[in-house]
């Protein structure tokens, strides 16, 4: 193999440009645009977050033995726009007297359900709900028809719990989504679990 013997051609900066200082960049201004663009990435995902999961603290024993004072709730916000409720789910939405707060129960009747307490045991459409979750059997009784655009729920501490059975219905409207996971405090983490506690082979009727 030859080797070429002609030279690469040289290319020269103009002399004008050559002559002409370079100036460094501003310390204080790098600085400062790093800064912003990093703030402005915070922004943005601190709201893309927020626009899917909310954060539910725990201040009462409504919901014993299933989430205890103090937890802190990871909630779904799309759960229910993009999927269907079902009884069992524990459900997050506001405070009907108070709509800066959220409550958190356990969703027992859908839109168009009916719920019947009788003898400690809960029912839908006549079928006996299979509750390994509450605390103790309900002391109460009472029938309630579940309008289309609303929901009934109860606390797991079923004799310690304002829910609807002594307020009334929550409004679709106001349901905030679905409990995820407890991870506060870190010696409590765990998944919330649902239960699909309907038992069609038990019929109040029967």
Do not use: C
């Not at 626009?51 to 004072?69: C, D, G, H, Y």
């Not at 103090?70 to 009884?87: E, H, P, Q, R, S």
């Not at 809960?122 to 605390?135: D, R, S, T």
């Not at 219905?169 to 679905?178: A, C, E, I, Q």
């Amino acid at each position: 193999m030859t080797l070429d013997p002609t030279p690469s051609p040289q290319y020269e900066i103009p002399e004008e440009l050559a002559s002409q200082p370079v100036k460094p960049a501003s310390p204080g201004k790098s600085f400062f645009s790093e800064l912003l663009q990093t703030l402005l990435l915070a922004a943005l995902l601190y709201f893309a977050i927020d626009a899917v999961f909310a954060r539910v603290r725990v201040l009462n024993i409504s919901m014993q033995p299933t989430l205890f004072e103090g937890n802190i709730v990871l909630v779904n916000k799309l759960a229910y726009k993009f999927g269907d409720m079902k009884t069992g789910d524990v459900v997050i939405f506001h405070d009907p007297y108070n709509r800066q707060e959220d409550f958190i129960k356990r969703l027992i009747g859908k839109p168009g359900d009916q719920v019947t307490v009788n003898n400690g045991e809960v029912y839908v459409n006549g079928n006996k709900l299979v509750e390994p979750y509450i605390a103790s059997e309900p002391a109460y009784s009472g029938v309630w028809q579940v309008p289309e655009d609303s929901i009934f729920v109860l606390g797991d501490n079923r004799n310690q719990s304002s829910d609807s059975h002594s307020w009334g219905f929550v409004p679709l409207t106001d349901v905030v989504g679905k409990a995820l996971i407890v991870y506060w405090p870190l010696d409590e983490i765990k998944l919330v679990t649902h239960h699909q506690p309907v038992s069609a082979a038990t019929n109040i009727n029967k």
